[in-house]
């Protein structure tokens, strides 16, 4: 069983940055491909990015690409995404997971945070 946890999110201007983490508990958090999901209100949640064990690999989803990056720490247990030159049209709830392996889809991932807003607004 893994738990995980986001923050970070919150209100922020449009071109702004915000830097999201997720804390994971349980079982060996280095043994997991992690992914990055949103999911804006009336819309299927959608992939965002998602790194291998070991960092070597990340995916991201062809609109933030040049803008989020994913990024891992294996000893302190946390998965990043950093968030630059946001848009409006990344407003959603954020959510991270983690799976066996890496994978863009949302049924590769066996465990899921609850979420964090983040709201991209003048």
């Known amino acids: 069983q893994v738990q995980l946890v986001e923050s970070g999110g919150g209100l922020v201007q449009p071109g702004g940055s915000l830097r999201l983490s997720c804390a994971a508990s349980?079982?060996?958090?280095?043994?997991?491909?992690m992914g990055w999901f949103r999911q804006a209100p009336g819309k299927e949640r959608e992939f965002v990015a998602a790194i291998s064990k070991g960092s070597s690999i990340t995916y991201y989803t062809d609109s933030v690409k040049g803008r989020l990056t994913i990024s891992r720490d294996n000893a302190k247990n946390t998965v990043y995404l950093q968030m630059n030159s946001l848009k409006p049209e990344d407003t959603a709830v954020y959510y991270c997971?983690?799976?066996?392996?890496?994978?863009?889809?949302?049924?590769?991932?066996?465990?899921w945070g609850q979420g964090t807003q983040v709201t991209v607004s003048s």
């Open positions: 349980g079982r060996s958090f280095s043994n997991y491909a």
């Open positions: 997971a983690a799976g066996s392996i890496l994978t863009r889809t949302k049924d590769g991932y066996t465990y």
